[in-house]
């Protein structure tokens, strides 16, 4: 090899995580972190930092994010470009973004800006009903942002076993925000995995989210060896 030429660049890979309110995408995305070190943007982890730092965009996003609204596109791609600024792995994984058809093309310019080659599109599936049944026992640490299920064995009631801090339900996870979640969803994402789907065919499947997490992780991970 020649002194002189130059290491070859290994261009980073990201990986788009889709699905309704109570897929679990969180908790896929840091299962597949065990298996291989990767970066995860959980854009709505982001948000909500936010409006607890009580900064002034957490302020004017709060009402968007407690009542399971859209932040506007302008504060999402701010965020988002920061944290993949930051992403230290080459494997990027997104969770929470597009989520509608005008943020698809911002998106793709922001893979572009941040080196990012699109490598696989994962779409979770499962119904309404699972899914209210899911997020009403839902619980959420307020210091670390920790997820539990109310059912779940914990050294002491309501206390994260991770970071110590308190655990409470979600603001968003109420019955009647979840079921306008899951219209909006059908609304404005679903035409986006349609187009993944139709522009991205090679790289877009679906995984159901109703089997066993651990079957699901193992799933999506042999699926994802292959594009990685």
């Not at 972190?33 to 982001?46: D, F, K, Q, T």
Request: with cysteine; proline share 5%; aromatic share 6%.
């Amino acid at each position: 090899m020649n002194s002189t030429s130059k290491p070859v660049k290994t261009k980073r890979i990201a990986i788009v995580l889709m699905g309704s309110p109570g897929s679990g995408k969180t908790t896929l995305a840091r299962g597949l972190a065990e298996y291989r070190p990767l970066s995860i943007i959980e854009v709505g982890s982001l948000l909500k930092r936010e409006v607890q730092r009580g900064t002034a965009l957490g302020e004017t996003i709060r009402p968007f994010t407690s009542a399971g609204k859209l932040v506007p596109l302008k504060f999402v791609e701010a965020i988002v470009s920061k944290a993949a600024g930051k992403a230290k792995e080459d494997l990027v994984l997104f969770d929470g973004i597009p989520r509608s058809m005008i943020q698809v093309a911002p998106f793709l310019k922001l893979l572009a800006d941040h080196d990012l080659k699109l490598g696989a599109v994962i779409v979770l599936t499962l119904d309404l009903q699972t899914a209210l049944d899911r997020l009403a026992g839902r619980l959420v640490c307020q210091k670390c942002g920790a997820l539990y299920n109310s059912s779940s064995t914990t050294k002491q009631p309501k206390i994260c076993e991770r970071c110590g801090g308190k655990l409470v339900p979600r603001e968003d996870d109420g019955k009647k925000v979840v079921q306008a979640r899951f219209r909006r969803f059908e609304r404005e994402t679903v035409p986006v995995i349609n187009f993944f789907k139709k522009e991205f065919r090679a790289v877009t499947w679906e995984q159901s989210a109703a089997a066993p997490i651990k079957k699901r992780i193992d799933q999506v991970w042999g699926r994802l060896k292959k594009v990685i």
